[in-house]
Structures are given as C-alpha cells and as structure tokens.
C-alpha cells in the first residue's frame, strides 16, 4: 500500500526520539534532532484529507480531539495521580519536584484540560500532541481556503508565509492565552504542510543514492552548524536553514523507508510505526528501569534512580540499552493489553 513505508518512516523516527533521549553521542545527537521531530508533523500531514464541505470540518476536528487531545489528557491524568507515588519511589528529585497537595493536583488537572500544559516531568515529550493538534488544525483550514486558487504555487506561496510567521513570532516573542508560543505553532505547521503537499504529488521509487546524499547533506550541516538546532530551540534567523536541514533529512529517511520496505524486516517496522504513541508515552518510565540496573552495576545511590531523563555516567554503551529498553517495553506492554483486552471482550 501506498502509506507503508510512511509507517516505517514514523517508526525509525520514534525510535531515533528514543535514541535521542538515550543519552547517545553527542553528533548523533544533533544529527537526530536536525530533522525526527519536524518528520512526524511530515508523515501526519501526508495522511491530512482536505475538506469539501463542512462536514468533512467536523469529522477533522473530532478526530483530531479524538486521537491527539484525549491521549493527552488520559496519560497526564495517569502521571499526575501517579506523581506521590512516583516521588516516593525516588523517580522525581526531591530537591526540585515536591509531592503535590490536593490543591496542585487540581491545579494541573485544570491546566491538562484547558491549556494542554502542566503535565509531568516523565510526561515531558507531551508537547508533541499539542503542537501537532495546532498546527494540523491550522493547516487544515488554510488548505480549505485556498482550496480554489487554481495554481501550484499557492503551495510555495503558503510554506513561504507559515515561515515567515515563524521568524516573526518567534523574534517578537508573540504568544496567545492557552496557545502560548506561536513560532512553534507555526513551525509545526509548516512541517505539517509540507507534507501534505508531498502526499498530493508523492515521489515513487526513491534511488538509494538520493538518500545517501541526502544524508550527507545533513550531516555536513551538522559540522557547519556547530550548534543545537531542534523544534524546541530556535533563534528567529536559523529558521531556513533548520527548514531545509529538516525537511533533507525527511527525504532521507523516506528514502530508507521504501527500502526498508523491501526487506523482511518491513513488517517489525509497521508494527512499530503504527503504535509509536505508546513508545511516546512510556519510554521515559521504561528509562527508570535502566537507571535502576546503572545504579545496581556501578553501585550508586538510589537518589540518581531519578536523573532525568538518563543516568549519564558510564554511558558509553549503556545508551543502547536504554534505546533498545524504551521501544521494546512499551511495545511488550501494548501487545500484552492488547491481549488481555481481547480476552475480556472477545
């Protein structure tokens, strides 16, 4: 099908995210952080179908509450009421997170449902699901009105001012109640947007060089840039060339994608794709885990059990297992609930 390889793409960019967070090399760090994020707003928007009617409006925006908002609130909830206990067991610092009264609990609750903000330090990669209900949400209405402007170039013209809205913002610091910082809104955008406009013209059959320039490409902006460039952390004047990094770096992974996809490993790589959510959520409470065997190996206090988001002594290696431990638990966990739920409702 067309989207396979799509799914495969998502799943070397959770599992690069949770290489990213593993506590890898520094290179491959900034590599990975040049492009992994933007390439989810990418395939989300791959998938995004334009609407004809105000029906089509409807049903978009309750999927998009359906499958981005109630994940979100659902799996803040769970960290929030398992903050104590958490504390307790040494998985937050207690010179710096605190147990949280009746009073804060309904304080963060308010602001998980009304801002999408106040989540859990474990529950940190949780910004995603708000950006990503933003900017799809804003693509989604700007694609329908221009829906009737009869050329091409209504595409460049579009990604040239969600740009520019993002250099703007950010520069001028503009932020809006609940939505807070609008440049990240409208990077994501047009991340997003740009792949929707691929899935409208997609390319067939990638060659294999194209990828390994591609690759190239990013690494050599990795050594020219000496600097960290990611979503998150942006100065207004590095927007373009973050873009064109990022979206180099997209082509290359989907180029290894529709190779992968020949390959027998293709159907590990859908399995993992398609439930990239979980691995989302629960990695860094899986990392928790290998803090606990660094701490029994190396004989440290039980304290650093809560170093966020890993131990980083004796890492040299150990951030293999902290990769290889935050896909494969939380996948270990789905396929289990999966199971138990089939069971219980046959």
Request: with cysteine; charged share 15%.
């Amino acid at each position: 099908m067309r989207d396979n390889y799509i799914a495969i793409a998502k799943a070397l960019g959770i599992m690069l995210m949770v290489m990213g967070h593993s506590g890898c090399p520094d290179f491959l760090y900034r590599f990975i952080y040049m492009f992994h994020m933007p390439l989810f707003f990418f395939c989300s928007g791959f998938f995004m179908k334009p609407a004809v009617n105000t029906i089509d409006i409807r049903l978009f925006v309750y999927k998009r509450i359906k499958g981005l908002y109630l994940p979100y609130v659902k799996w803040s909830i769970f960290f929030l009421l398992f903050h104590n206990l958490f504390l307790s067991w040494h998985l937050y610092n207690s010179d710096y997170i605190g147990f949280y009264s009746g009073g804060d609990i309904i304080d963060r609750l308010l602001h998980i449902l009304f801002t999408m903000t106040g989540h859990d330090q474990l529950a940190d990669p949780f910004w995603f699901f708000k950006q990503l209900l933003l900017s799809s949400i804003l693509v989604f209405f700007i694609v329908y009105a221009i829906r009737r402007v009869n050329t091409r170039f209504k595409y460049v013209i579009t990604l040239a001012i969600l740009l520019a809205l993002t250099m703007i913002s950010k520069y001028y610091g503009w932020g809006l109640p609940i939505i807070w910082n609008l440049s990240i809104v409208f990077l994501s955008a047009s991340f997003f947007f740009a792949g929707y406009v691929y899935g409208k013209y997609e390319l067939k059959d990638i060659k294999l060089y194209a990828g390994v320039i591609a690759m190239l490409v990013v690494i050599i902006g990795v050594f020219i840039y000496d600097d960290y460039l990611d979503m998150l952390w942006f100065s207004w004047d590095s927007v373009v060339l973050y873009v064109v990094l990022a979206l180099i770096g997209v082509f290359m992974t989907l180029t290894f994608s529709q190779l992968l996809e020949r390959t027998p490993i293709r159907h590990v790589l859908y399995y993992i794709g398609n439930h990239t959510m979980i691995i989302l959520v629960l990695h860094l409470l899986v990392f928790k885990l290998v803090n606990l065997l660094k701490i029994v190996v190396y004989q440290l206090p039980i304290k650093r059990l809560a170093d966020f988001k890993v131990i980083s002594e004796n890492n040299e290696l150990f951030w293999l297992v902290y990769f290889v431990c935050g896909v494969s638990v939380p996948l270990v966990f789905e396929w289990a609930t999966s199971k138990v739920k089939h069971y219980l409702n046959p």
